[in-house]
């Protein structure tokens, strides 16, 4: 939008939103929003904390092993359903039932499967993200022309040349969006599992900060959480885009 | 899905083979949904057998404590308690979210103030606040409630913004050419064209509600289908909790098929070709 | 057998017996591109002027400023002796892609310009069945347009313009998204539409055969800047036998000459 002559981009209007946290902060009319300032303050001095740095580096470590887990089930998992019928046929159902089926609900299964610790957290990341990923990956090797494979094959390409060299290309820009939203689905499920399971990384900070309404802390953490998982979205997203130029014309 | 596909009978060809009819048989989109099924009541049968783990029922045995479970009275009881706060916090989620959004679709202002906030509370895990929720309104209705209504309105903001933002301009145009006044436009042209898309993120939002509704009940309510599964789990039921999550999950499998059934039926895509 | 009579630049200035829309001056330019420079015109009331031309000479630009769905840099546009600027009653459009109400039935559609303006149900049905009968769609009332070909949907969007009861209807390229078989079809109905309509008809095309076939004025434009180049009043008799005009010798000689004429925008 325009404001006085000058285009002012869309994502400038949080700041506006962090002014308005300020004024209802200082003028004390909600306990749960103290001043924005505050919350910078606690989140400078949390990042120094020990404790704080040890839940990052749980949360950090779990979240990416899931993630790197779910995409190298996911994608080939992806390409399976997209290019053999029977195996689309028989798993379809499931991965689009559990795609939009409240996976929390699993969560429980997986504490009593993998204990109170590290492994279940790993095991929520990868119960949350997979199925985006198959499901994209999926529709990218669907989308395929079939005139490019046939192409291939009429140049005598092997079955790894015509995954390694065509498949996987030409489904690149579907199999990047699946990993963004897997991503974001990864963050929710490190999330969801860490408050599930209560003594480890963010989920047991969160409990502590909210248990005892210590909201400075508990919005510094909720930022640094937010920021990360809109970082990470941000640089798939200019992935994303490094193949933008082609997503048009397959 | 994939859908079978059957080659018509045209006049003159012969009668298929009993292997081909065989075949035939399995394309069909129903038969291969129960083979499915049946695979994976099987492999659970299995895997419970084995067993993979302790605390792994067998599908028998869970299919046995549903059985129950619903005879006593006790999985009713919870899902009573569920979904109210489910229906009520969609409910305003939709009023809410359709109203929020169009008015940011149609109105710039709006659009720059208030889409980044829900841009931003769809892509990041809110499910942090429900703890804070619980904490601060309690066990009751109104938290689960606010539980499905924070995970639900970004996603319903988000796809009625959308819809209305990327309305059919030649429409627009052409009603513009006939004279047509802004508030015509408004709900003669855009609402009508962007109800399949906001429908969508009814669908997605009801989903969204599902997952507020369970998560909240795990964390801190003694009522309801996430307590169930938390009391199941604390008692070693273990056929029991896995046969309470199995009936969320497809209760909420169902809900959303419905849903998109009546997507597909009322705002057919081939209408979409004008 | 009279010669085609052709008007060139000197003489185009001499006004059109009784204009019901006069173009004067009209200037338009897209992002450093000038679309239209000084563009100057009259259509006479009740005939069909063609603007033809090839892509790039704002012919589809100055339909839509006569019609007042884009504003003019400079220039005027009147009609019927009053200035417009804006959509008004006195003109109908006929859209390229149709813009037909995807949710809508024929019967609707065709009288939605009427719904627009407030009339009342019954009337603007009435009034609709009997132009979705003039268009050849009697018995479609009921149908979407998903179930139409689509020369059919075009017939509904002229069916749409003819319902509101303009004086002046502005067709922009109305059977470029068509079939060829429907379109010679298409064109041999607009004439017939015509003795039976005393409207004012402005057609933007691109096909010299379409142009020479149906209209008793072509504006030829040139492209960059887009100039009226060339005036043109093909003498075709057009009482009889369609078909026969196709094979009528002024009518292949004015599209031989008119492809002359053109042949030097062609990239």
Sequence with gaps: MTLFGYRVPMMASLLVWCVLWEIVGRLDLMFILPPFSDVLVAAVDL???????????????????????????????????????IAD??????????????????VPVLMILFGFGEKTIIAA?????????????????????PSLI???????????????KIIVWAALPEILAGIRLGLIRGVKGVVIGQLLVAIVGYGALFETFSRNFRMSQFWALTIILFAFALVVSALIERAEAKVEFYAGVR | MVAGTEVGRTAGVAPLSRNAQAVRLFERPIVLRLVSIGLFAAAWQIAGLIP????????????????????????VTAYGS?????????????????????????????????????????????????????FIYGIGMTAKT???????????????????????????????????????????????DASPVIFAGLRLGVAAGFVGVVLAELLITPTGIGDLITFARSRADYAGMYATIASVIALSTVTLVALQWIEVRVFRPEKRGG | MRAAVVRNEAVMNEPAADAIVEVRGISKTYGGVEALRDVDLDFPRGKLTSLLGPSGCGKTTLLKIIAGLIDADRGSVVVNGKKVSAPGPERAFVFQDFALLPWATVLRNVAFGLELRGTAKEEREAIARRYVADVGLAGFEDKYPHELSGGMRQRVGLARALCVDADVLLLDEPFSAVDEQNRRKFQEDLIRLRTNQNKT????????????YISDRIVLLSPRPGRVSRIIEPDIDRSGDPDRIHRDKHYLDTVEEIWQGLKQYVE
Excluded at chain 2, 82 to 110: E, H
Excluded at chain 2, 154 to 178: C, D, E, H, Q
Aim: glycine fraction near 8%; hydrophobic fraction near 60%; aromatic fraction near 10%.
């Design chain 3, 201 to 212: 008809f402005i057609f933007v095309t691109h096909s010299i055969e379409e142009a020479v």
């Design chain 2, 82 to 134: 569920t979904l109210q706060p489910l229906i009520l916090g969609v409910v305003l989620a939709t009023f809410a979210g359709v109203g929020i959004g169009t008015l940011c679709g149609l109105w710039r202002p709006g659009e720059w103030l208030l889409i980044p906030v829900f841009i931003v509370l769809q892509a990041a895990p809110v499910a942090a606040f429900i703890p804070l929720v619980t």
């Design chain 1, 150 to 164: 046939e192409m291939a094959r009429s140049y005598g390409a092997p079955r790894w040349a015509l995954y390694g």
């Design chain 1, 47 to 85: 990042v120094q904390l020990p404790s704080w740095q040890g839940a990052t580096v749980t949360t950090l470590r779990a979240f990416l092993i899931g993630m790197v887990l779910a995409i190298c089930v996911g994608i080939p998992l992806g390409m399976l359903m997209g290019r053999v019928k």
């Design chain 2, 52 to 75: 993979v783990s302790f605390a792994f029922p067998t599908f028998s045995d869970t299919m046995a404590a549903f059985v129950r479970m619903m005879a006593d009275g006790s999985m």
């Design chain 1, 89 to 106: 046929d028989l798993l379809g159902m499931w991965v689009n039932i559990f795609s939009s089926a409240p996976l929390s609900a699993i």
């Design chain 2, 146 to 192: 606010l539980a499905v209504i924070i995970l639900a309105l970004p996603v319903i903001v988000l796809n009625t913004y959308k819809a209305v933002r990327n309305v059919n301009g030649s429409l627009l145009v052409m009603s513009r050419s006939f004279m047509g006044t802004r508030w015509q436009e408004v709900f003669k042209i855009i609402l009508p």
């Design chain 1, 125 to 145: 990341v990868f119960l949350f993200a997979i199925w985006i990923i198959v499901l994209d990956t999926r529709a990218g090797v669907r989308h395929i022309s």
